[in-house]
């Protein structure tokens, strides 16, 4: 993200690499098939989801923007295997989906930081619940925080922090374990606009080095657009896909990605949808 | 309140007493008090001592009953929906209204008392520890899981320490109480400790020894609150 001299692929990448497995690149990292979510029974019975059917392919940003209520988060659970579908499967990377995985990283709305530890004990949590090795976890931990701009701040505590550095705390926490799926959650929702907009765009940077890949939930189209490869705008509850949008625009985004002209279009179409009730 | 407020407070009182002429039986001048606790000072000591004695040990031994009670009723919920409605129902009694059956049981000892002390020291505990396994944020239990976490180590990492300020909480409530259900044992029935003296004392018409005892009890109380206050502050040092 904000460092000089030091390459994010060269980093990150390095003898702790495991890489994407090449037989998997052509496997979608998550497939889901006929998943519907409902909660509560008879007169709280409510389809909070689907039926959905989606595809994400392995080394693409997916970006899903909906109103706030349409299943999105709740979609991001089941993913992440936080949660259990009512109906339907969920696959990743070929195989069947049971719980939480080590592969997968969340990146949460809040930057849920431990207030007891400091910043590098909170980036080295999933280190410590996952029981890797010590040392090189240290040694990557370092270099995020480096990457990230927080290498001074790493013996703070997380309430010394702007909300900007807790999030880029969180970002260094989930991509400790060098995740090959990276799910973030209305990530910058508590933010405001300027770090936002600077952290979109440093997470941008970073997920290209990575070569991983990411599922966005935001209700932001811009940030939708401006991170995604392709954009999937969700109905209103229950959520399904209204529209599925390949974001054909050229690679690093920056701030002057918003006024390309197939930008425009895309957020005019997405907006178009969200702001007009389905009619059927 | 600054010193000098006190000060101010303790000057008036002593003006009001001798402008009326107020005798010392009814309400002691401040410089009667302190005259009369130089006097005494080694039997306010002493019964100091017991009450002290009484107060801590009781309080240590809420703590060692109810955090593991704590444990239990936060973690295995066919323990929890039979615990604690009981719990709570007994959290209900008056526990000063025991005293005089713990002293019929126990005799006049210090037992009895400490026994008082357990019991009005176990519950702002184990409420409050209670409260804090359960206060953790669910963004938080969400991560753990998503880290395939264990329940151990979810506890470990995540419970104690969102439980600590509750536990520190409730410690505060706890020894608050301690010191009065010690005294109040020794009201009952006792021949030592600051209670008893202050019973004795009234009832010899020795206000000013009354009022000296009430005093150190003041004093011991406000130690006993600010030295676990004192943990506190050196325990969390984060702050939410």
Redesign the interface.
Same mark, same amino acid.
């Given at each position: 993200m904000s460092s000089e001299g030091v390459s994010a692929r060269d980093a990150l990448r390095g003898a702790n690499d495991t890489g994407t497995d090449a037989r998997l690149q052509d496997t979608p990292a998550v497939e889901l098939v006929g998943i519907t979510k409902t909660f509560g029974t008879g007169q709280d019975f409510v389809r909070a989801l689907g039926p959905i059917d989606l595809a994400v392919a392995t080394g693409t940003f997916v970006s899903v923007v909906g109103p706030s209520g349409c299943g999105k988060s709740t979609l991001l659970r089941l993913i992440a295997g936080l949660d259990v579908p009512t109906e339907g499967k969920i696959w990743r990377y070929g195989a069947a989906l049971d719980g939480p995985s080590q592969d997968v990283a969340i990146v949460f709305q809040e930057h849920v930081l431990f207030p007891w530890a400091s910043v590098l004990e909170n980036v080295m949590l999933p280190a410590d619940v996952l029981g890797l090795p010590k040392a090189p976890a240290r040694e990557r931990a370092f270099r995020l925080l480096e990457m990230t701009g927080l290498k001074e701040f790493a013996g703070h505590k997380p309430h010394m922090l702007s909300g900007g550095m807790k999030q880029r705390a969180a970002f260094c926490r989930a991509l400790l374990s060098d995740p090959q799926l990276l799910l973030l959650d209305e990530p910058f929702g508590a933010l405001d606009a300027l770090t936002r907009e600077e952290l979109s765009l440093e997470l941008s940077r970073l997920w290209q080095d990575l070569g991983r890949t990411a599922l966005l939930i935001t209700h932001d189209i811009e940030e939708a657009i401006l991170l995604g490869d392709r954009v999937i705008v969700m109905s209103n509850r229950p959520g399904r896909p209204r529209l599925d949008i390949s974001v054909d625009l050229p690679r690093p985004r920056d701030v002057n990605t918003a006024k390309h002209p197939r930008f425009v279009e895309i957020k005019q179409m997405a907006r178009g949808l969200l702001f007009t009730r389905e009619q059927d | 309140m600054t010193p000098l407020t006190y000060l101010a407070l303790v000057l008036v009182w002593e003006a009001f007493v001798r402008a009326f002429s107020i005798p010392g039986w009814i309400l002691p001048s401040p410089s009667a008090i302190a005259a009369t606790a130089v006097t005494w000072a080694p039997e306010l000591f002493f019964h100091s001592l017991v009450t002290v004695r009484e107060t801590l040990i009781g309080f240590l031994l809420a703590l060692v009953f109810s955090l593991p009670l704590a444990v239990v009723i936060a973690f295995t919920t066919t323990l929890r929906r039979l615990l604690y409605p009981i719990l709570l129902g007994l959290q209900s009694i008056p526990k000063v209204a025991l005293a005089p059956l713990v002293i019929l049981w126990l005799g006049v000892g210090e037992l009895p008392k400490i026994v008082i002390v357990v019991l009005v020291c176990f519950f702002p505990i184990l409420v409050n520890v209670v409260a804090g396994f359960e206060a953790v944020?669910k963004?938080?239990l969400?991560?753990?899981? $998503?880290?395939?976490?264990s329940e151990m $180590?979810i506890f470990r990492?995540?419970r104690i320490?969102i439980a600590t300020p509750y536990l520190f909480t409730g410690c505060k409530v706890a020894i608050t109480f301690a010191v009065i259900g010690a005294v109040i044992g020794e009201f009952v029935a006792a021949q030592e400790g600051l209670g008893y003296l202050i019973l004795i004392s009234s009832a010899q018409s020795q206000t000013a020894l009354a009022f000296a005892a009430i005093l150190l009890l003041t004093v011991i109380s406000v130690v006993l609150f600010y030295g676990i206050e004192f943990l506190e502050k050196r325990l969390?040092?984060? $702050?939410?």
């Open positions: - | 944020p963004a938080m969400d991560l753990m899981h $998503s880290l395939r976490a $180590s990492r995540l320490p969390v040092t984060w $702050s939410p």
